[in-house]
T-cell receptor, first 116, second 114 residues
């Protein structure tokens, strides 16, 4: 596997279900991100992890719970979601250089989530 | 309020001609700008970036221009090819020495006509 992979690619879940999205990066990067893309809206940042530590939570509801066990893996745990949470969820990674900030972010293919 | 704006939802250009995609931003703290290309059912692919200390960056057929005083950047693709047909996103970050999320525009759908 190369680049950034995400599983599953498609997910349909009911509002009472609990599911998890998985992201894995094979680029040796030290920062990982979750983004959400809803219909007719720009990509919106959800969470940032830098060296496995969460450094940003962009006012995301608690029904979304991220987990970063190591610098290569990132999860997004979902529970009691609403139909308006249906969207494309994208994971990205980047290499943060000390004093320079994050460089380019490389994205996975996304998980298309439908909440019924 | 959108901090990164791409005011043209779509753009149609003939093959071989120049494609110019525009982007405006409002946050004066942004100091790093990127362009991404996205095909259906795929994640965005990084194309080219520019730091605020520069006003131009070139990579093959792709050139990005930055006008800080106007808070405007543009992506030039020349010559345009059929494979360039995709949605192009402009993105920006505030830098600052750590991992920073990107702020994206809504995208411009570029269509290259044969």
């Amino acid at each position: 596997e190369t680049g950034v992979t995400q599983t599953p690619r498609h997910l349909v879940m009911g509002m009472t279900n609990k599911k998890s999205l998985k992201c894995e990066q094979h680029l040796g990067h030290n920062a990982m991100y979750w983004y959400k893309q809803s219909a007719k809206k720009p990509l919106e940042l959800m969470f940032v992890y830098n060296f496995k530590e969460q450094t940003e939570n962009n006012s995301v509801p608690s029904r979304f719970s991220p987990e970063c066990p190591n610098s290569s893996h990132l999860f997004l745990h979902l529970h009691t979601l609403q139909p308006e949470d249906s969207a494309l969820y994208l994971c990205a990674s980047s290499q943060v250089m000390i004093g320079q900030g994050a460089g380019e972010q490389y994205f996975g293919p996304g998980t298309r989530l439908t909440v019924t | 309020d959108q901090q990164v704006k791409q005011n043209s939802p779509s753009l149609s250009v003939q093959e071989g001609r120049i494609s110019i995609l525009n982007c405006d931003y409002t946050n004066s703290m942004f100091d790093y700008f990127l362009w991404y290309k996205k095909y259906p059912a795929e994640g965005p692919t990084f194309l080219i970036s520019i730091s605020s200390i520069k006003d131009k960056n070139e990579d093959g057929r792709f050139t990005v221009f930055l006008n800080k005083s106007a808070k405007h950047l543009s992506l030039h693709i020349v010559p345009s090819q059929p494979g360039d047909s995709a949605v192009y996103f402009c993105a920006a970050s505030e830098g600052g020495g750590g991992a920073d999320g990107l702020t994206f525009g809504k995208g411009t759908h570029l269509i290259i006509q044969p």
